[in-house]
Structure formats: structure tokens, C-alpha cells
T-cell receptor, first 112, second 117 residues
Framework: DIVMTQSPLSLPVTPGEPASISCRSS???????????LDWYLQRPGQSPQLLIY???NRASGVPDRFSGSGSGTDFTLKISRVEAGDIGVYYC?????????FGQGTRLEIK | EVQLVESGGGVVQPGGSLRLSCAAS????????MTWVRQAPGKGLQWVAN????????YYVDSVRGRFTVSRDNAKNSLYLQLNSLRAEDTAVYYCARAMSDRFEFGGQGTLVTVSS
């Protein structure tokens, strides 16, 4: 199974400041089609997960451009350019390259 | 817009069974893979099972294979998860999601399964 490791696990941020979350996979997520099968999800308190980024760097429909994804192979990053209060929750990375699909442990973003 | 409504959760004793349902709307249900993902209380997300649009292919995480069965009724736009031989470690909120080759799209609030004597 591919193991997904996120850091940090907790991230206090001041509104208006940037934030960055790292995700590393135990195997390369680069498919032969040239895409990295890595997604980012946000789970706000009491809600189901929401897709933010797919294929490492593509924003999902309706996701503000404050959110961006980057990386390739085994190292990936989610960046929020300016954190807002509505961004609080737990962020998960997920590999969609092979079954079993696996998630990172989650990074809890909180407002200072 | 993907709309998914999970139901069927509840409290069940160890060794018992439950059937979860997921009612889908807002998209051509029969053309999509669907998936179940669960979240134990205070824990992270775990993929549980996938099923192809026509129901011909199914995959499971090792910890539930042989105990859980995923199925669908495309005429009713509904997805199901039959949970048998339940264990305490199966206690979780179960979410259904639309699955594409490279992402999941969630749309419901999940249904809570509690396995306890």
C-alpha cells in the first residue's frame, strides 16, 4: 500500500497570511499518462470532505485561486496564499494512483 | 451538482449487520464509479470500497473484504453497502462519493455506524 505522510499535523495561521502543507508518498504517484494522481481535500467541521485540487495542481470547480497545488513524484504541496476564517478544518492529501486508495493523516488548520 | 444522501446507519452489536444506502442525484449515476469512504470518530479518512458504473467490478480495502459488499441499483440511482460481521473498529461515519479515475466528489453528510454491545 502507498503510505501518505503529511506535515505539519497542526498549522496555526494568522488571517491574511499564507499557509503551506506538505504531503509525501511512499511511492511515486506519477502515472504513465504524465499525471500525478494526488488530490487535496478540505473537511470543514461537521461536514464531508470537499475536493480542492486534483492531479496535483488542478483546482476543482468553485475553488478560489488562493488555493494552489504543486509537486511531482513523491513530494507535493498545498499552498493557501491568504488564509481566511472559512479555511479552517482538516486538509487531507489522497493518492488515486492505485488501490487501495490511501489518505494522509490530515493537517488541522486553525486560526491564531 | 453532485447530491448524495447517505442513510441506514445506527447502533449494532458486534457480529451484527447493517445495510447503508446512498441516494444520488444531479448526475448520470450509471456512468460513474462510486465509492465508500469512512471516518472513525476523531480519526482520518479511509477508503472502503469502489464499484463500477454497471456494477461489474468491485474493490475493497483488505480490512473489510469478505465482510462488506458494495452494490448499486442504477434504476433507483442508489448505492449500497452491506456490512456483515461488524467489529468495534468498523465504528465510523460512512460517506459515499462519486469516483472518477483521479478524484472523489463527496456530496452528503454521511451516516454513522456504531458497533457496540
Amino acid at each position: 500500500d502507498i503510505v501518505m505522510t503529511q506535515s505539519p499535523l497542526s498549522l496555526p495561521v494568522t488571517p491574511g497570511e499564507p499557509a503551506s502543507i506538505s504531503c509525501r508518498s511512499s511511492q511515486s504517484l506519477l502515472h504513465s499518462d504524465g499525471n500525478n494522481y494526488l488530490d487535496w481535500y478540505l473537511q470543514r467541521p461537521g461536514q464531508s470532505p470537499q475536493l480542492l485540487i486534483y492531479l496535483a495542481s488542478n483546482r476543482a470547480s468553485g475553488v478560489p485561486d488562493r488555493f494552489s497545488g504543486s509537486g511531482s513524484g513523491t513530494d507535493f504541496t498545498l499552498k493557501i496564499s491568504r488564509v481566511e476564517a472559512g479555511d479552517i478544518g482538516v486538509y487531507y492529501c489522497m493518492q488515486a494512483l492505485q488501490r487501495p486508495i490511501t489518505f494522509g493523516q490530515g493537517t488541522r488548520l486553525e486560526i491564531k | 451538482e453532485v447530491q448524495l444522501v447517505e442513510s441506514g446507519g445506527g447502533v449494532v452489536q458486534p457480529g451484527g449487520s447493517l445495510r447503508l444506502s446512498c441516494a444520488a442525484s444531479g448526475f448520470a449515476f450509471s456512468t460513474y464509479w462510486m465509492t465508500w469512504v469512512r471516518q472513525a470518530p476523531g480519526k482520518g479518512l479511509q477508503w472502503v470500497a469502489n464499484i463500477k458504473g454497471d456494477g461489474s467490478d468491485k474493490y475493497y480495502v483488505d480490512s473489510v473484504r469478505g465482510r462488506f459488499t458494495v452494490s448499486r441499483d442504477n434504476a433507483k440511482n442508489s448505492l449500497y453497502l452491506q456490512l456483515n460481521s461488524l467489529r468495534a473498529e468498523d465504528t465510523a461515519v460512512y460517506y459515499c462519493a462519486r469516483a472518477m479515475s483521479d478524484r472523489f466528489e463527496f456530496g452528503g453528510q454521511g451516516t454513522l455506524v456504531t458497533v457496540s454491545s
